[in-house]
């Protein structure tokens, strides 16, 4: 099985500490960026099978960084976790249609419920259908 790249894009480093080292042990191979800016570099840089995303970000918002992957034909299909304590309501609407892109409350999710999300959007995503 081929290890799966995610980036990991929290601006708190001590959480993204804890899911880094969580996820690693869950065999991922994780990228990190601490702001929305540096998200954007490294998505310029490298395709990641999946990208986990706080909305509340200095330098580039969330949103931002989701219209950058949704309009680049590159990435237009990613998987993204909003990972965020951000309301969905405050998306457009366009960018969740997809099926590929899901939304966890931070303060409501725990690791499982995270490590479930990212496992079947993969899953979706490596069958080329939607997760719905």
Not at 12 to 36: I, K, S, W
Not at 71 to 92: G, H, I, Q, T, Y
Request: aromatic share 6%; charged share 20%.
């Amino acid at each position: 099985m081929n290890v799966k790249t995610i980036l990991f894009v929290e601006n708190d480093p001590v959480a993204l500490q804890m899911y880094r080292n969580r996820l690693e042990r869950e065999g991922f191979h994780l990228q990190t960026a601490q702001d929305g800016l540096e998200a954007l570099k490294a998505l310029s840089q490298f395709t990641p099978d999946l990208v986990v995303l706080d909305i509340m970000l200095p330098k580039l918002n969330g949103d931002d960084v989701i219209k950058f992957v949704r309009a680049d034909p590159r990435l237009k299909s990613l998987p993204v976790v909003v990972f965020s304590n951000a309301r969905m309501s405050e998306l457009p609407q366009d960018i969740t249609a997809t099926g590929l892109t899901r939304h966890l409350v931070k303060t409501d999710s725990t690791f499982p419920m995270l490590l479930q999300t990212i496992q079947d959007l993969l899953a979706a995503a490596s069958t080329g259908g939607s997760a719905e």
